[in-house]
Every structure is written in C-alpha cells, then in structure tokens.
C-alpha cells in the first residue's frame, strides 16, 4: 500500500536535488504534488515526467503573495493539503567578517522568513481542517557550528527552532512539525563543482558513514515524517547525516578507520 495515497503536497524548492527526490518519491507513494520553486525550467520538466500528479508552479518562499498563489493553484487543482516540505535552500560560503547585512538578510529570507511563511500560511489550511503534516529541511548546521556558514547556520539554526514553536501550537490542533537535519548530500549545494561521488566521499572519512548522502536518503525520511508511519512525531528533529553529528574520528585512537 503506498504511504501517501490521496494525499496532497507542497515540496518547495522541488525543482532539483534534495527537492526533486522527493516530489519523485511522494508521486511514487501516491501522492499529487505540487512543485514551488522559481527554477521555471527545472520545474516544468520534472512536472511534465511526472504527468499528471505533479504540477509545477513558479514561487519564490519570501514572497507571500506568492504563497497565496500556490495555495490556491494546490487547492483548486489537486485538493485541500495535507503535506508542506520546506525545502528550499540557498547556501554562502563567507567569514562573518565578510558578510554585509544585505547577504545575512537574503540567506535568511530564503531558509527561515521562507519557511516562516509556508509554516503560517499552510499551517493556517491544515489547522482549519485539523490534520497535516510539515516538514522543515534544517541541516546539521541547525546544529552545530561551521566556519565560513554565519548566515546558513543562523537560519539552519532558526529553522528548528521555529519548527519545535509550531509542534507546540499546532500540534493540539492536529497538525505535526518535525525536522530534518542532513549532513552532506550529493546536490548542486553540496557539491558544487560537479565532482564524482568518489571525489565527494574524500572529505567525509572523519564521519562514521565515511560517505555523502544520495537525496533519496534524505526524501525517504520527509516520506517518514510525511506519512502517517510517523503519526506520533511532532517536534521531532531527524539527523540524517552519516554519523556526523555523533562524533568524528580521533585518528590513530582505537576504532578509529584504518
Ligand atoms: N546539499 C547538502 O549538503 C545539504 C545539507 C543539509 C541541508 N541541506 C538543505 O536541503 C535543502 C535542499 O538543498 P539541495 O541540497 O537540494 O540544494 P539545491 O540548491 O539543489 O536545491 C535548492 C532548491 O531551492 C530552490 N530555491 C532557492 N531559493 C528559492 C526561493 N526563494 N523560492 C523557492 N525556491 C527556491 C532552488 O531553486 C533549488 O531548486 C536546502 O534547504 C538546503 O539548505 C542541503
């Protein structure tokens, strides 16, 4: 039995990556999905391989006319909406010295007002109908620190801490809020120079898994929390990350890789 049968989506940031992973996977478990992103072009082929259970919408997550837009196309094409996965993302790499104001404030447009918005306005429809479920995409940078990630790590950082705020208010009205934090994962973000996976895996040897994820391991667990196989989840806030957050290995102590 497919774990998203009938059941309507929002994947924002669905165009590619992470994103596109699991507007895939949520259409293969049965569901209709509706794709946000402002990548047009990305967008519209996903949604036309898809067919009919996919539809693609321009939207860029700052804009809240723009989530008015969505809502509405999601509503009036597929139904009311049970699923919201906060996806989209953009990444700087920049000391804090370096940061001016203007590029902390557009990273957290992006992955924290963005999410914001979606969390409000979504939660709003799901809260009138007493059932939902969203999911935020943090990062382990939304817990711990990285050096050169100011601005990423402060949204990361508030995208949980807005997620454990909106459990505890909707979750007595039905609707859960969960959490995903991913170490490395093999996407535009993650590996922005386009290098082998093997390649990529090189710098992950200090991590238990010693590798980078494929985005399908990460669309599996907003699938999880999506799903009602996560029906008592809310809150909660999922580490997939290879071991990362765990620890990472003291060479030459022992159980360290040879
Ligand atoms: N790749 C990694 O290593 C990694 C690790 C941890 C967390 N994440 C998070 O996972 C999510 C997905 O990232 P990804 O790795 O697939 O990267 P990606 O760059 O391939 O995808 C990000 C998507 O977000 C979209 N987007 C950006 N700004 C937008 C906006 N204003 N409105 C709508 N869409 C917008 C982009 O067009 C793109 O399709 C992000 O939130 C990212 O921070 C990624």
Redesign the pocket.
């Known amino acids: 039995m497919a774990r998203l049968q009938n059941k309507i989506a929002i994947v ?2 669905g ?5 596109a992973a699991t507007v895939r996977l949520f259409v293969a478990e049965g569901a209709r999905v509706v794709i ?4 047009d072009d990305d967008g519209s082929k996903l949604a036309a391989e898809l067919g009919d259970r996919a539809l693609f919408m321009h ?4 804009d809240e006319a723009s989530w008015a837009r969505v809502i509405e196309a999601t509503q009036s094409n597929f139904g009311a909406i049970d699923i919201l996965v906060n ?5 700087l790499f920049r000391t804090l010295a370096e940061t001016s104001k203007s590029d902390f404030e557009k990273v957290l447009a ?2 924290l007002v ?1 999410t914001f918005l979606g969390v409000k306005l979504v939660g709003a429809q799901m809260v009138a109908r007493k059932r939902g479920s969203i999911v935020n ?1 943090s ?2 940078d939304g817990m711990k620190a990285a050096n050169g990630l100011g601005a990423y790590c402060s949204s990361k950082w508030g995208s949980r801490g807005l997620t454990k705020v909106a459990a505890m208010e909707y979750g007595h009205q039905g609707v859960r809020v969960n959490s995903v934090h ?4 093999d ?4 590996n922005p120079y386009g290098e082998s996976r093997e390649q990529v895996n090189k710098r992950y040897t200090m991590v238990p898994l010693q590798r980078v994820a494929d ?1 399908i391991e990460i669309a599996r667990t907003s699938l999880f929390l999506a799903s009602d196989d996560s029906s008592y989840l809310c809150g909660a806030e999922i580490a997939v990350d290879g071991g990362m957050l765990t620890g990472q290995y003291y060479v030459g102590f022992p159980g360290a890789p040879a």
């Open positions: 924002t940031g165009a590619r990556g992470m994103g946000a992103d402002v990548l939207h860029d997550v700052t996806n989209a993302g953009v990444l992006v992955n963005g995409i990062s382990v991913p170490g490395g994962v996407t535009a973000m993650g985005p």
